[in-house]
């Protein structure tokens, strides 16, 4: 499989969103994903700063998936980041 981003394991809960890595030809982008995305994503409890992680976890492939295409269409931020 040839894939064109790839994300690593490093998992951020900062204050009202989570930042996960991906990497396209060897730079590393920083992907933020609020905590209410996440909670309207799964469907499930709000998420806060304690739940934030197995939140993140129990819809990752999502998140992942939309990251990648936003990194495709070259949607960055003015400071190189995705927001999701």
Known sequence: ????????????????????VAQQQGVNINCYVSFATISGLCQSQMVNQHNAASMFEQCQF???????????????????????
């Open 62 to 84: 999502d998140l992942e998936d939309q990251a990648e295409e936003l990194i495709n269409q070259e949607a960055f931020t003015d400071t190189g980041d995705i927001e999701l």
């Open 1 to 20: 499989m040839n894939q064109s981003v790839i994300f690593g394991d490093q998992l951020f809960v900062e204050a009202d969103n989570v930042r996960f």
